[in-house]
């Protein structure tokens, strides 16, 4: 198996976390509390514990993850796999059933599953998802799509279309404006009465935001992606948080999964520091908001890795991969705020989806 050794210096991993100047300012997101209940559920794609261990060695013994007190362990097994994927665990987040391996929004019947988006936006919560990934992609097509295939991004598209998501973010434009079908649904996001912008600081007024904000897959980190997914979450909680019902925005740092498939530590390291940067943003909010639930989890580990050694003084890792795929492991949940204490424990993937319905104080209308 590949052995890969990256020693880590901690100040030069700071500096490497520079601002992208194409993206907004952060603003303090507290100006305008909101009296609803809400939710901001933030997904690690691929990532495990010892991918939380190694991002808080290298950030001095540090993360904003580690402010939640509440911690719990998740089962995230597939209904027809061990081994999950992110459209089968996200559905289970999503819709509260074990779903087959590779499919979103599905039954292993293949009838369609009630999304918490599709029963929750009807009764005046705002709704939000934002990815560092392709809006198109597993994780979150799961709170839209109605798809046999996760991998097929253009019927996913336009599953899209006649949703009343509030806010969304990320790449992914290709599957949109450059389609083999040669159907613009930029045309019709903006007749569904959307502004779309590809880049966030062009959003202004109050019209659902469609931010298409990459052609394809977004860059990493280490390309340049800056601020994107703090700044997206930023720019959205302040505008969900207008909504009296209340909110709910997934957030996703997807590439931990993709540095997982690659066994690339530094690629890795990088997206952790995004994804807990973006944690913060979340956390500042609810710590002031106080109606705010935040819940941190992954929808599997990534790479089954591991960290064989390290040292806390100059903060650095050594870690190893044993796979370049997901894994079985239990994943660690963080929780935040009121209810956090319901996400203690251990239980499966599947649950969390009533978990959230409880909080919001809604029930499964089937
Ligand atoms: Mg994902
Ligand atoms: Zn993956």
Sequence with gaps: MKKLIFIFLGALFLLSCS??????ELKPVNDNSS???????????????AQISAARTVNGDELNILRCKHIGLVSTRAADKYVTDSGASGTAYSCGEKVNFYTLGID????????????ISPLGFSTGLITTDRITGATPAAFYAHQPDRFKFEL?????LHKDIDFFAGGGRDNFDNRSDSLNLIDSLTAEKYQVVT???????????AALLYAGEPPKMSENRGDMLSSALT????????????????????????????????????EMADFDKAVGVALDFAQ????????ILADHETGGYALVDGDAASNTVVGEFVSNQHTGIMVPVFAYGPGAENFTGTYENNEVFYKFLNFLGVKKNN
């Design 288 to 295: 002031t908001d106080g109606n705010t639930l935040v819940v």
């Design 19 to 24: 601002r992208n100047n194409d993206n907004v």
């Design 156 to 160: 996913i598209a336009l599953d899209i």
């Design 199 to 209: 880049n966030l600081s062009g959003i202004e007024g109050d019209k659902k935001v």
């Design 35 to 49: 009296n609803g209940r809400n939710i901001i559920f933030m997904i690690g794609d691929g990532m495990g514990l």
């Design 108 to 119: 292993t019947e293949g009838n369609p599953l009630t999304n918490i988006f599709e029963i």
């Design 235 to 270: 720019v959205a909680l302040n505008r969900l948080s207008r909504s009296e019902k209340g909110f709910f925005i997934m957030a996703e740092g997807a590439q931990i999964d993709w540095a997982g498939h690659d066994n690339d530590q530094e690629y890795l390291l990088k």
